[in-house]
C-alpha cells in the first residue's frame, strides 16, 4: 500500500496535533509523527543510510526528519505484516503503528484495544474530511 501524503498528514494531526515538539513520556515517542525509540531503530537496520547517521533525540524533532521516518516506517511494519502474513491493509498498518506489530501478530485486530480501534477511525475519518 502505498503511503500518500492524506495519510501521512492525518497521522500526524492524530499523534501530535502538527506539533513538531512533541513528545510522550510514556512511550519516550518524539516528532511529528511520534516515533518511539524501538521504531528508530527498526528504521536504522532497514534504512542505515538514512537513518545511521541522524540523532533520533535531536533529530526527529525536525519536521522533514519525521514526515520522512512516519512515512518510511509505515512501509517497515508493510514488510512486517507481510512477514507475518496478515493482510496488508490500512486498517493493519496502522493498528501495527499504534499498538505494535508483535501485539497485532499475537492477538489479532479482533483483540485490538478501544485506543487503537478509535486511533483507526480517526485517522480515517481525518481522511475522508481532506478529500
Known amino acids: 500500500m502505498d503511503i500518500d501524503a492524506?495519510?501521512?498528514?492525518?497521522?500526524?494531526?492524530?499523534?501530535?496535533?502538527?506539533?513538531?515538539?512533541?513528545?510522550?513520556?510514556?512511550?519516550?515517542?518524539?516528532?511529528?509523527?511520534?516515533?518511539?525509540?524501538?521504531?528508530?531503530?527498526?528504521?536504522?537496520?532497514?534504512?542505515?543510510?538514512?537513518?545511521?547517521?541522524?540523532?533520533?533525540?535531536?533529530?526527529i524533532f525536525k519536521p522533514e526528519v519525521a514526515k520522512r521516518a512516519g512515512t518510511d516506517y509505515l512501509n517497515v511494519l508493510q514488510k512486517y505484516l507481510r512477514a507475518y502474513k496478515i493482510p496488508v491493509t490500512m486498517e493493519n498498518i496502522l493498528a501495527a503503528y499504534n499498538w505494535g506489530v508483535g501485539n497485532?501478530?499475537?492477538?489479532?485486530?479482533?483483540?485490538?484495544p478501544k485506543e487503537t480501534r478509535d486511533y483507526?477511525?480517526?485517522?480515517?475519518?481525518?481522511?475522508?474530511?481532506n478529500k
Open 6 to 59: 492524506g495519510l501521512l498528514n492525518a497521522l500526524i494531526q492524530v499523534e501530535s496535533s502538527g506539533n513538531p515538539r512533541a513528545f510522550n513520556p510514556n512511550s519516550q515517542a518524539r516528532g511529528l509523527t511520534q516515533i518511539t525509540p524501538v521504531a528508530w531503530e527498526d528504521l536504522t537496520m532497514h534504512h542505515p543510510d538514512v537513518y545511521g547517521n541522524l540523532n533520533y533525540e535531536q533529530d
Open 120 to 129: 483507526i477511525q480517526k485517522i480515517k475519518a481525518l481522511m475522508e474530511m
Open 104 to 112: 497485532l501478530k499475537k492477538q489479532g485486530m479482533e483483540k485490538a
